[in-house]
C-alpha cells in the first residue's frame, strides 16, 4: 500500500511512528538529484573557471572558483587558478591573499611560491618577493626561471651584485636564456660596467635577433660610452623591428644630436611625437623644442 496514502487514516502510537518514518524515507528516496551536492560538483566549477580563463573573462573564472571552493574548501588548485585570475584582474592584495592559502594546504607547491613573488614584486615588495623566490629554489634549485625572478627583484632592490649572481646562475642552467642575458646586461648597465652590458645584450640578441628592447638597450649602453655612431644603428634597427618604438625614436634623436647628424635627429624627433601621444609630457615637449631649435620644425 502507497505509504503517502495510509497517512490519510487515523492512526496512533506505534503505527503512526511507523508510517512517518516511512514517509521520510520515501520523500528522501524520491527528492530530485540536486537537491544534494553531486559528487564532483566541484570540479565542474572548477573547469568553468578554466572556461572564462581562457576567454580572459576574470571576473566569472573568480566566480566559477569561489564556487568550487565554497564546496571543497581544501581544494588548493582552485585557490590558486583564482589567485592568477585575481592578479590578472590587478587585484594583487586578493591574489596574493589565495597564493597564501595554496602555500598553506601544499607548502611544496612551487607555482605558488613563485606567483606570490610576481605578486610581491608588482606591488614593488621586493623583500618579500625575494623571500618567496628563495623558497621556490628551496624546493627546484635547478629552476633557471627562479634564479632569473630572483635577480630581478634583487635588482629592483638595487642590489646589482646579488643579482647578477642570480642571473649568471640562470645562464649556467639554460645556457640560451636570452632574458637572463637580456637583464644581466640590464644590471651591468646600472653598474657603469658598459662592456660587459654590451656583451650581454648582444648575447641575447644573437639569442633573439627580433627583440627591439635589447637593440634599444646595447644603444644605450654604447651612449654611455661616448660611441654615438653604433648607438643610432641599434637604435634604427630597434625602430625597423619595431615601427612603434617611441623611446627609440627618442633616444635616437639624442645620439643624432650629439653625433652632429641633425637632419637624422630631426627625423627621429619628429618619427617619436607622432608616436608619443602615450609618452611623457616633458619629453614630447623637450622634443618640439629641439626640432624648433635645429631647425626641423620647418
Keep these: 500500500m502507497n505509504p503517502i ?4 487514516r487515523r492512526m496512533s502510537g506505534k503505527s503512526l511512528l511507523f508510517s512517518l518514518l516511512l ?7 524520491a527528492a530530485p538529484a540536486d537537491a544534494a551536492v553531486k559528487p564532483g560538483a566541484e570540479e565542474h566549477w572548477f573547469n568553468k573557471g578554466l572556461q572564462y580563463d581562457s576567454r580572459q573573462d576574470y571576473n566569472k573564472a573568480i566566480a566559477a572558483y569561489s564556487q568550487a571552493i565554497a564546496l571543497n574548501p581544501q581544494y588548493a588548485d582552485a585557490y590558486y587558478n583564482r589567485g592568477n585570475a585575481y592578479k590578472n584582474s590587478g587585484e594583487y ?21 613563485r606567483s606570490r613573488g610576481d605578486v610581491y614584486a608588482e606591488k614593488g615588495d621586493y623583500d618579500k618577493a625575494v623571500t618567496d623566490y628563495t623558497q621556490f629554489i628551496a624546493l627546484e634549485p635547478q629552476n633557471a626561471e627562479a634564479h632569473n625572478n630572483r635577480g630581478i627583484a634583487y635588482s629592483d632592490k638595487g642590489d646589482y651584485d646579488t643579482a647578477i649572481t642570480d642571473y649568471t646562475r640562470a645562464i649556467a642552467l639554460q645556457p640560451k636564456y636570452a632574458t637572463a642575458y637580456y637583464n644581466r646586461g640590464i644590471a651591468y648597465k646600472n653598474k657603469g660596467d658598459y662592456d660587459k652590458a654590451i656583451d650581454d645584450y648582444s648575447q641575447a640578441i644573437a639569442l633573439n635577433p627580433r627583440d627591439a628592447s635589447a637593440y634599444n638597450n646595447r644603444a644605450n649602453a654604447y651612449v654611455m660610452k661616448g660611441d654615438y655612431d653604433k648607438a643610432i644603428t641599434d637604435y634604427s634597427l630597434a625602430t625597423t623591428l619595431d615601427p612603434d618604438y617611441a623611446v627609440a625614436y ?3 634623436a639624442l645620439a643624432c644630436e650629439k653625433a652632429g647628424r641633425l637632419a637624422e635627429a630631426a627625423a627621429a624627433y619628429r618619427a617619436f611625437i607622432s608616436h608619443g601621444s602615450n609618452q611623457d609630457e616633458e619629453e614630447v615637449t623637450y622634443a618640439h623644442q629641439r626640432l624648433a631649435a635645429i631647425g626641423g620644425d620647418r
Excluded: E, K, R, S
Design 5 to 8: 496514502f495510509t497517512l490519510a
Design 23 to 29: 514517509l521520510c524515507l520515501f520523500l528522501f528516496l
Design 93 to 113: 592584495d586578493n591574489a596574493i591573499a589565495d597564493y597564501t592559502q595554496v602555500i598553506a594546504l601544499a607548502p611544496q607547491n612551487m607555482d605558488a611560491w
Design 250 to 252: 627618442y633616444n635616437q
